[in-house]
């Protein structure tokens, strides 16, 4: 399987705890992106890498979570002291940029997570 | 502030007629625009994409068209197949953020054999 993979599929934990994720996309693909998606809505960028450089974040991603990407490949997004309004759906896709001007970004299945 | 917008959260289609999708955003800066589909437990898939240099870009039984002036866009599928029942979200880039999608709220399609 080629496709961009995520780990966990489903995170069950207690208010208060910390979790991590992992994205790993598809291997060509330079830009990686992290996205939250909650029932009803569609997916809500939180941030972008291009290569092992974090070039974007949206004001949703708050101090409590963090996101890397070392040498460039995958990458993990951690939430400390999870909140109950954290359950969502956290979604990564890759891409190579400026191909017919613009990129098309390849999602991931998810990681379904829900805060007790 | 809902910069891209579904407001049809549902649709309803008969197998074989036309299914048209419609989507409208309000940021002037947005230049590029995909259509993504969504099936329970997986993840987005790409169906197709237009740049705002054009109007209209087809692939198979997928179109989309784009109106500048009105900031609309719409995905037509023709003919619409039960496999096509899925989640539909539009999605919208530009200005100085290249690698940000900002997508709509869905819309649920069904067509019925």
């Known amino acids: 399987d080629t496709g961009v993979s995520q780990d966990p599929r489903h995170k069950i934990t207690k208010r208060g705890q910390n979790v991590t994720f992992r994205c790993d996309p598809i291997?060509?693909?330079?830009?990686l992106y992290w996205y939250r998606q909650t029932l009803g809505q569609g997916p809500e960028f939180l941030t972008y890498?291009?290569?092992?450089?974090?070039?974007?974040k949206s004001r949703l991603l708050s101090d409590r979570f963090s996101a890397e990407r070392p040498k460039g490949s995958f990458s993990t997004l951690e939430i400390q002291r999870t909140e109950q309004g954290d359950s969502a759906m956290y979604l990564c896709?890759?891409?190579?940029?400026?191909?017919?001007?613009?990129?098309?970004?390849?999602f991931g299945p998810g990681t379904r997570l829900t805060v007790l | 502030d809902q910069q891209v917008k579904q407001n049809s959260p549902s649709l309803s289609v008969q197998e074989g007629r036309i299914s048209i999708l419609n989507c409208d955003y309000t940021?002037?800066?947005?230049?590029?625009f995909l259509w993504y589909k969504k099936y329970p437990a997986e993840g987005p898939t790409f169906l197709i994409s237009?740049?705002?240099?054009?109007d209209k870009n087809e692939d198979g039984r997928f179109t989309v068209f784009l109106n500048k002036s009105a900031k609309h866009l719409s995905l037509h599928i023709v003919p619409s197949q039960p496999g096509d029942s899925a989640v539909y979200f539009c999605?919208?880039?530009?200005?100085?953020?290249?690698?940000?999608?900002?997508f709509g709220q869905g819309t649920i399609l069904t067509v019925h054999p």
């Open positions: 896709a890759s891409s190579v940029p400026w191909r017919e001007g613009r990129d098309e970004q390849f």
């Open positions: 291997s060509e693909h330079n830009r």
């Open positions: 890498f291009q290569n092992e450089a974090q070039l974007e």
């Open positions: 940021n002037s800066m947005f230049d590029y």
């Open positions: 237009i740049s705002s240099i054009k």
């Open positions: 999605a919208a880039a530009g200005g100085t953020s290249y690698g940000k999608l900002t």
